[in-house]
């Protein structure tokens, strides 16, 4: 977290009561959400409630064994993180301290508590190349030079959005850490490579724009039927198991995003391992350069302080908004919001509030729909274009998404992912319903499609979602009497909508070839399935029987076009097997 | 340490006292009752003049008289090796008749959050000779996989089958060479007993002396009619001891928590006695991260040896698994084992229902070099074909089988034989991973090639029984 320039401490507080991760002092001069140390061990906590001589901070470290009467001192400073080059391939906890410095710094596997380190690299140089030159005029969050931060990623310099600007006086090529002057101003202002910024406070841009570029994801279920854009939101709600994880992480690997955050927010230990473990591993489709190179991970994993937990969401949106600035897509997941929501609900009670829904704060929905705000493709104060992408997984308690957390989250969020647990329970992944689930971004999104992948995209792709629906409906039928009493075409419809659902929608994300599927082979393999579905009822209406057209032994070939790996060719060689066995029954 | 006789308020398992110095948060104290017995608690909110205390032992007897004294500490757990081999209470005192143990160090019992930069990710697969767990839902090193069950249900003969037949098998050709008379790839086994009845505690103890387990145990006991608050120091006390034996003594440790379920009603008791508001169905809104705090402390730790494996036991209040106990567990937990009410009317040993069955950690713990190349595969295709099996059984219901097509007659008799073959096998029989994977593919061969569309072509090519399979049942 950001080391805020201690000058102006107050040393007067004294605890007066410690309540788990709340705790109140006497005689404390501060402000609302100022950072403050608590105890003799100078845990940091953060001042939530002001009442007369009474101070609420919450803390963001255990508190066992800290009592009333040891001191509390103020930074007077908000809680901020540090902002620069050095957020890449890093992984922090949720107020911004790295986990390896932290490691490192304590000496041992577990977390110790009050010990604190800088958000960023204070000694570490890096290679500063301007993009101005003296004489010229700068202005708020312009960009005044390059970083080469990681192998895939060039850190933009910028004018602080707090700095007015002027003329520059002095800016030179070197080596720098980030605390050093890279620019001078005539107004006197100076500028180094760190910013800071209050996480609680969205940073200025201007306004928004309707959003007409997909996420491209990878994945067939939301590519061809719920696409998010980049600079929209996304919530996947689902019970336990189904998985919103491997959702998430599917996303942070093959979104065509420059910049992912990836924020486990009061989830499992070993899923971050795993992130650390595989992503350095991992190639972005796009560049060809290591995943890990594009990636800023937050891990406030379930068993870390609940305060930190509840303020990892701001940390991690704070820094995908500071490389929005710079003009990148940058796309945010958030797992879960859920236990964001339960830390909101966990402090508030301590802090005896009046419960609102379920014991969640009233604020909640509040709460959430300023969170997802701060998505949005922007039109940035320095003239360019950015965007944040934010994707929130939801785990309702029971599975039942009438709760507050799901119900909040989707009168904010336009595109849902309902994943199901009937389908998970049958090892139908990704477990996203088709019957449920919606993209309010198709329309906008369908010139981009129609451009880029395929002039009928939007066409193939209601083709899919009419076979799918009337599917749905038949079931029904089934259900009372059996498929073999159904006509021959309902009976065929239904092969082809297995097929669908097994050889289109379903795909696994374990697999080399199959986790991760650019949209012209999505649009193909859709293709390939209609194309069966033609020739079949071509059959049909020859005088076919059913029975004879599933015996075609190309068909089943369509399950196989996922794990394909010269695709292209496998489809065009089934294509054409498909066309020719079905002809001749004929 | 200065001594109180300031209790103001009794109630429930807390008490409430008047203090003149700070006292920290979470600090140990202990009353003595006027009666001359020690109770041990803890200082649940500490504010100037003030501190609410809760009894672990339970705050009969205490009165106003009663003297309080604050040790200044959080609670500790004395640890050391020798720890191997004994039964303790559910505070941790010996129970077992044994010399007192000598600590090599005390431990605090919360245990601090493992640094997730520190982690090593498990995928160590671990053979339990169970099918439908080594073949369907590995488990690994370093896991934590509950078993969800319900009352009257045979989770505990399970549990006891696990930790019998557990044992990782690559690395017995590894370390048998080096000693003879090692243990190999065995487990040491921490057994945490939360409010089980005592007839289900000598079950435990009677396996753990009959095969010779309890040498390398370490066993904590809180009974039915011991405290119930002491419940929620017996899981942290047991784990304290894994982390110390794995992490400090390079052990792998198997840790059986029994019964959650009781656990976690203490909790509620608990924060109903000090009028907390209450979250769903009346536990506490923090469950999750109490819960979490225990579930958390397995894994693996790079550059440490050894490794803490947790099986928690939960019975499901009415067999809902939607009750926040078994919800709360499951969004911690890296999947869950379902004992199932009526696989077990038929007989089905053990009863595991495969389907809402989850190991998260499979896929990196299974496959060519650590178990076999085609185990991803055959689990896939018997998840998909099970899964069917079972959708067709509410139709046959409703329409016979006549009216169904002969391939869901297939798919009938496979859910079937899958039940009957590969889940049902007993408690004494233990299965190798190659044995488990056979059986699955002698039932695969009951359906055309073409349907095993999750299995790669060149491994049908190989596994693929041609023969129609009938022959094979005949047993
Ligand atoms: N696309 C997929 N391909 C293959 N397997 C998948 C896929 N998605 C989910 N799974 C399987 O489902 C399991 C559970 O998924 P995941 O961990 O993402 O669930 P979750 O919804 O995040 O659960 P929780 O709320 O408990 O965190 C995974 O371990 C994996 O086995
Ligand atoms: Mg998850």
Redesign the interface.
């Known amino acids: 977290m950001s080391q805020a320039d201690t000058e102006s401490v107050d040393e007067g507080g004294v605890?007066?009561?410690?309540?788990?991760p709340v705790v109140?002092a006497t005689d404390l001069d501060a402000r609302m959400n100022d950072v403050v140390y608590v105890g003799e061990e100078g845990l940091m906590g953060e001042v939530i409630e002001i009442e007369g001589n009474l101070t609420t901070i919450q803390v963001y470290e255990?508190?066992?064994?800290?009592?009333?009467?040891?001191p509390v001192t103020n930074t007077g400073e908000p809680l901020s993180v540090d902002l620069g080059p050095g957020l890449l391939d890093t992984?922090y906890d949720g107020v911004q301290r790295p986990?390896?410095e932290?490691?490192e710094k304590?000496q041992?596997?577990?977390?110790?508590?009050g010990v604190d380190a800088p958000g960023i690299d204070l000694e570490r140089t890096w290679a500063f190349t301007p993009i101005v030159e003296v004489g010229d005029t700068v202005e708020s969050g312009d960009i005044i030079g390059e970083v080469p931060e990681t192998e895939s990623i060039t850190h933009k310099v910028m004018v602080p959005p707090d700095i007015d600007g002027g003329e520059i006086t002095s800016i030179e090529a070197g080596e720098f850490t980030v605390e050093e002057t890279v620019a001078e101003l005539d107004t006197g202002e100076t500028i180094s490579m760190h910013q800071e910024w209050p996480v609680r406070s969205a940073r200025p841009a201007n306004e928004k724009q309707t959003p007409t570029e997909p996420l491209v994801s990878g994945q067939r279920v939301q590519d061809g039927l719920f696409p998010i854009a980049k600079g929209g939101t996304a919530a996947i709600p689902g019970?336990?198991?189904s998985g919103k994880t491997v959702t998430q992480h599917q996303l942070a690997k093959w979104s065509d995003a420059d910049i992912v955050v990836y924020v486990?927010c009061?989830e499992?230990?070993?899923e971050?391992?795993?992130v650390?473990?595989d992503f350095p591993e991992l190639e972005d489709p796009k560049t060809g350069k290591p995943l890990m190179s594009r990636t800023c991970l937050i891990?406030n994993?379930?068993?870390?302080p609940?305060a930190a937990r509840e303020s990892c969401i701001y940390t991690g949106i704070t820094i995908a908004e500071y490389f929005r600035d710079m003009g990148y897509d940058v796309a945010l997941m958030a797992d879960s919001t859920s236990?964001w929501a339960?830390a909101m609900?966990?402090i508030s009670?301590r802090l005896e509030e009046m419960?609102g829904e379920?014991?969640y704060p009233a604020y909640l929905a509040a709460a959430l729909s300023e969170f997802y705000e701060r998505a949005g493709k922007f039109n940035l104060i320095n003239g360019g274009e950015g965007s944040i992408s934010v994707i929130g997984a939801v785990?309702p308690?029971?599975?039942?998404f009438s709760e507050p957390v799901t119900q909040n989250t989707l009168r904010i969020v336009k595109t849902f992912w309902a994943l199901d647990a009937d389908l998970a329970?049958?090892?139908h992944f990704p477990s996203i319903n088709w019957n449920e689930s919606y993209s309010l971004y198709r329309q906008q999104l369908d010139p981009w499609f129609r451009d880029t992948v395929a002039e009928d995209y939007p066409e193939v792709r209601q083709w899919a979602v009419d076979v799918l629906d009337e599917e749905d409906e038949l079931q029904e039928i089934?259900?009372?009497?059996?498929?073999?009493?159904l006509p021959e075409d309902q009976q065929l419809t239904l092969e082809v909508a297995r097929y669908l659902r097994?050889a289109w929608l379903q795909q696994?994300a374990?697999h080399d070839v199959d986790t991760y599927c650019e949209p012209q082979k999505t649009y193909r393999m859709l293709q390939a399935i209609r194309t069966f579905n033609d020739e079949a009822f071509s059959a049909l209406d020859a005088g076919v029987p059913v029975d004879e057209i599933q015996e075609a032994?190309a068909a089943?070939r369509l399950?196989?076009m996922g794990?394909a790996e010269a695709w292209d060719e496998f489809i065009d060689d089934l294509e054409s097997d498909l066309e020719s066995q079905l002809r001749d029954l004929y | 340490m200065k001594e109180y006789q300031t209790i103001t308020e009794i109630s429930g398992p807390l008490v409430f006292a008047e203090v003149d110095?700070?006292?920290?948060?979470?600090?140990i104290v202990e009353i003595e009752t006027p009666d001359g017995r020690t109770l041990r608690g803890q200082v649940?909110?500490?504010?100037?003049?003030l501190v609410s205390i809760q009894v672990f032992e339970g705050t009969g007897g205490i009165d106003r008289n009663a003297s309080v004294r604050f040790l200044g500490?959080?609670m500790k757990m004395p640890v050391t090796e020798d720890l191997l081999g004994r039964v303790m209470d559910g505070s941790g005192n010996p129970i077992d008749g044994g010399p007192d143990i000598v600590p090599d160090e005390r431990r605090?019992i919360?245990?601090?959050?493992?640094?997730?930069?520190?982690?090593?990710?498990?995928e160590e697969f671990i053979q339990t000779g169970v099918s439908s767990i080594d073949g369907m839902n590995t488990l690994v090193r370093?896991q934590k996989l509950p078993i969800f069950s319900g009352s009257g249900l045979p989770h505990n003969d399970l549990a006891l089958q696990i930790a019998r037949q557990a044992t990782v098998p690559e690395e017995d050709d590894v370390d048998e060479s080096d000693e003879d008379d090692e243990e190999g790839s065995e487990f040491a086994v921490i057994f945490g007993a939360m409010g089980i009845t005592q007839e289900e505690a000598n079950e435990f103890m009677a396996d753990f002396e009959r095969t010779g387990a309890l040498e390398r145990s370490v066993v904590f006991m809180n009974l039915a009619d011991d405290p119930a608050v002491e419940r929620t120091v017996t899981p942290r006390l047991a784990l304290t001891t894994a982390e110390y034996l794995a992490?400090d003594k390079g052990y792998h440790v198997l840790v059986i928590l029994t019964d959650i379920t009781n656990y976690c009603e203490a909790l509620r008791e608990i924060g109903a006695a000090r009028e907390?508001?209450?979250?769903?169905r009346g536990y506490p809104?923090?469950m999750?991260?109490d819960l979490?705090?225990l579930y958390?402390?397995a894994?693996r730790?790079?550059?440490?040896e050894g490794s803490v494996t947790q099986i928690p036991i939960l019975t499901m209040p009415s067999d809902d698994i939607?009750?926040?106990i078994p919800?709360?567990t499951?969004?911690?937990t890296?999947?869950?084992i379902i004992v199932d009410r009526s696989l077990n009317s038929q007989g089905i040993e053990p009863p595991i229902n495969v389907?809402?069955s989850?190991s998260?950690?499979m896929?990196d713990g299974i496959g060519e070099g650590l178990t076999r190349e085609d185990h991803?595969d055959v689990s896939?295709q018997l998840?998909?074909a099970y899964?069917?099996g079972e959708d067709l059984r509410?139709?046959v219901n409703?329409?016979g089988r006549e009216?169904?097509?002969e391939r869901?007659n297939k798919f009938l008799d496979f859910a079937d034989r899958f039940e009957n073959e590969f889940v049902q096998q007993g408690y004494d029989t233990n299965r190798a991973i190659e044995e488990t994977l056979d059986v699955g593919w002698d039932l695969l061969s009951m359906l055309p090639k073409?349907?095993l569309?999750r299995i790669?072509?060149d491994l049908i090519a190989e596994h693929y029984r041609e023969e129609t399979p009938e022959a094979a049942t005949a047993d």
């Open positions: 605890i007066e009561s410690v309540s788990g109140t255990e508190t066992s064994g800290v009592g009333p009467g040891e992984i986990l390896d932290l490691e304590m041992s596997a577990f977390l110790d508590r019970p336990f198991g486990g009061g499992r230990g070993n971050m391992t795993e650390i473990e891990a994993t379930s068993n870390m609940v236990r339960e609900r966990e009670s419960p379920e014991g785990s308690p029971g599975g039942d329970e049958r090892r089934v259900q009372l009497v059996g498929k073999d009493a097994e696994n374990f032994d089943p399950n196989r794990t | 110095e700070p006292v920290g948060y979470d600090e649940l909110e500490s504010s100037d003049g500490e959080t605090d919360v245990g601090a959050a493992i640094n997730p930069y520190s982690r090593e990710y498990p370093g992490f907390e508001v209450p979250g769903r809104g923090y999750y991260t979490a705090q958390e402390r894994g730790i790079e550059g440490r939607t009750h926040p919800d709360l499951g969004y911690i890296e999947g869950q389907l809402p989850l998260r950690l896929d991803a896939d998840y998909a899964a069917e509410d139709l409703i329409v009216a169904l097509t869901d073409e349907e569309n790669d072509e």
